[in-house]
Nanobody, 128 residues
Framework: QVQLVESGGGSVQAGGSLRLSCAGSGYTSRSYCIAWFRQAPGKEREGVAAILTRNGRADFSDSVRGRFTISQDNAKNANNTVYLQMNRLQPSDTAMYYC??????????????????WGQGTQVTVSS
């Protein structure tokens, strides 16, 4: 059973940066698509970034492209830890951020239905 644990959330002022981590365990497939989603109060969950572990290909939503990057820890098993580096944060980035994963040989769209496994989330709050 895949388990995902997010960390790194917190409070930051607008223009600041945070790095979220997604530590995975229980991986059995050779490749996963691992994504970050976020959900603000009263809003639908939104996919913001995804990475394919076998080759590092990544995709981003328009709302974060150019400000967020996604990477994986290549020093260990490439499936274990994925990072979301968030720069130039804005109050509109305030949300609960979730890590999600699915066994895949290809990059998956940033939609909830594409992902099987979910973490519990980490809160990001950006103040103006």
């Amino acid at each position: 059973q895949v388990q995902l644990v997010e960390s790194g959330g917190g409070s930051v002022q607008a223009g600041g940066s945070l790095r979220l981590s997604c530590a995975g365990s229980g991986y059995t497939s050779r490749s996963y698509c691992i994504a970050w989603f976020r959900q603000a109060p009263g809003k639908e969950r939104e996919g913001v970034a995804a990475i394919l572990t076998r080759n590092g290909r990544a995709d981003f939503s328009d709302s974060v492209r150019g400000r967020f990057t996604i990477s994986q820890d290549n020093a260990k098993n490439a499936n274990n830890t994925v990072y979301l580096q968030m720069n130039r944060l804005q109050p509109s980035d305030t949300a609960m951020y979730y890590c999600a994963a699915v066994p895949s040989w290809e990059l998956r769209p940033l939609a909830e239905d594409n992902y099987n496994y979910w973490g519990q989330g980490t809160q990001v709050t950006v103040s103006s």
